[in-house]
């Protein structure tokens, strides 16, 4: 019958062709004003490039994508290019009084209203 073949992970091999990737798109994002790194529109195409030169390597090396290592030099890559892209975390407060009210009571006086036609149109069997 027919061997299956198996193809080991060469990792060594892999480690060593990722930097290629990563200085390739160092080399893209020069082109890109440093204050607009948080922008993603500003730089797709240079990040798409990367993330398949770094699919490419991991598969000429026999190695699954996205793999651990793989991942650990694209989070180094991230660490390098964005790490001051954090965002700020929102900070929610409650609307003013006189909107909050309005909110509150409008639901409030609705269902009232409901309930005072429901049992007044009840009372009055000779309406229906």
């Excluded at 700020?88 to 309930?115: N, R, S």
Aim: net charge negative; proline share 5%; with cysteine.
């Amino acid at each position: 019958g027919a061997r299956l073949q198996t193809n080991l992970c060469n990792e060594s091999l892999m480690l060593e062709k990722l930097p290629a990737c990563g200085k390739s798109f160092e080399e893209m994002m020069k082109k890109v004003d440093s204050k607009k790194w948080c922008n993603l529109t500003e730089f797709i195409m240079y990040y798409d490039n990367f993330t398949q030169c770094t699919e490419r390597e991991a598969n000429n090396a026999s190695c699954f994508w996205p793999n651990p290592l793989a991942e650990g030099f694209i989070t180094g890559i991230h660490k390098q290019f964005f790490s001051n892209c954090t965002s700020e975390k929102v900070h929610w407060e409650d609307p003013p009084d006189e909107i909050l009210i309005t909110l509150v009571l409008i639901p409030v006086m609705l269902t009232c209203a409901m309930i005072t036609l429901v049992v007044w149109c009840s009372k009055r069997s000779d309406i229906l």
